[in-house]
């Protein structure tokens, strides 16, 4: 993200998580990734993300969120979630769906047939779907490096094999950034983002060229700001993610305000 190297912080439980831009010295001492859950709806019906969540996958990093037709938005930060969970539509996939049992042999190889329908959905826009009720014992992680996720579960589990050990994760999703780009500016702005007509309030971030930016994409922001509270010499550096909600010729649109005030030698990266 930066010619130093990159740390993630995670200031309070409801705020973004930030990157230092300081150097190899800066102490890391603010917090790490613990591991996360993979949310699963109760009803296809239900719009909040509440008590009527289960557990139904074991990941790391992020935590990622259903939709309100069950099709996960993956990778989003907590702080996001609001502004996603009643109109997940708005990412809607154009390809096909890829059921999970066409892609190879469940039964002696889950992870390679996740793999192969994860892959062919990505390419085709798609969405995996698990067959519903079904029970799927992994043999394995299943690492998915800069693709996309959209999974159905349909009430479907995916349990760990003997293989596996109590604390790996069954499904990690990474991605590499982009080399940051400089950011003319930010602004407040309202846009809509559905058929219905209403609006929801965004950011604009200005860039020289936001051809290769995509809707759904993961973004981080970073300027020379300190963060506010951080220990001099720390070099502490203010940042925030967002998802794209919109691209136009040199614009950006996030799903949401920014939490932070950027200012000095903005950078932005995807």
């Not at 965004?202 to 220990?231: E, F, K, T, Y």
């Not at 925030?240 to 691209?247: A, K, L």
Request: proline residues 4%; negative net charge.
């Amino acid at each position: 993200m930066h010619e130093g190297e990159k740390r993630l912080y995670l200031r309070t439980a409801d705020a973004p998580f930030y990157e230092d831009q300081g150097d190899a010295a800066a102490p890391v001492n603010k917090s790490t990734f613990g591991t996360q859950y993979l949310y699963s709806r109760e009803t296809a019906s239900s719009r909040a993300i509440d008590s009527s969540i289960k557990r139904v996958l074991l990941t790391e990093g992020f935590p990622a969120y259903y939709d309100e037709v069950g099709s996960v938005i993956y990778n989003l930060l907590p702080t996001l979630t609001r502004f996603m969970t009643a109109n997940g539509r708005r990412f809607a996939m154009s390809g096909p769906e890829i059921m999970v049992d066409s892609c190879g042999d469940v039964a002696t190889d889950f992870a390679s047939a996740l793999e192969a329908a994860c892959t062919a959905a990505w390419v085709m826009n798609g969405m995996v779907v698990l067959k519903p009720g079904a029970t799927y014992i992994a043999n394995r992680t299943v690492s998915l490096h800069n693709i996309g996720l959209r999974l159905r579960c349909n009430g479907a589990r995916i349990l760990r094999g003997p293989a596996m050990l109590d604390n790996e994760s069954l499904i990690i999703l990474d991605h590499d950034f982009s080399a940051p780009q400089a950011v003319a500016s930010i602004a407040g702005t309202s846009i809509s983002l559905d058929s219905t007509g209403s609006t929801t309030a965004v950011a604009a971030i200005s860039v020289a060229d936001s051809s290769a930016w995509r809707v759904g994409d993961v973004g981080r922001l970073v300027a020379d700001n300190s963060i506010i509270g951080s220990v001099p010499g720390d070099n502490e550096r203010v940042g925030e993610s967002f998802r794209v909600s919109r691209v136009d010729a040199g614009i950006i649109y996030t799903c949401r305000p920014l939490r932070e005030t950027f200012t000095t030698n903005i950078r932005v990266a995807r």
